[in-house]
Nanobody
């Protein structure tokens, strides 16, 4: 079965950190660009960050620049999102998605994960 599985979400206080993981099973991530999306309650899903298949190019939404870092370990077939200095407005379900190019929209996504909840609250 071809799937992406996110993990690492949870409850954290403002200013805290979490590291999300996106692991692929049934296929290799080597040839895919991976985008992290998030969806807060009552809001549309938005692109947060993406990383190309080689890992040499990354992009970030303005709202997370300087706080989030995306990386990948193709040997482990896994992509990570390190989230530091978390804010309550980062609360959302975080999804990873695989496709052939970086984009903030959802066009061309071939595989979606089911998401992991991140809650930032004191």
């Amino acid at each position: 079965q071809l799937q992406l599985v996110e993990s690492g979400g949870g409850l954290v206080q403002p200013g805290g950190s979490l590291r999300l993981s996106c692991a692929a099973s049934g296929f290799t991530l080597d040839y895919y660009t991976i985008t992290w999306f998030r969806q807060a309650p009552g809001k549309e899903r938005e692109g947060v960050s993406c990383i190309t298949s080689s890992g040499r190019s990354t992009n970030y939404a303005d709202s997370v620049k300087g706080r989030f870092t995306i990386s990948r370990d193709n040997a482990k077939n896994t992509v990570y999102l390190q989230m530091n200095s978390l804010k309550p407005e980062d609360t959302a379900v975080y999804y990873c998605a695989a496709r052939r190019f970086c984009s903030a929209n959802e066009y061309g996504v071939e595989y979606w994960g089911k998401g992991t909840q991140v809650t930032v609250s004191s």
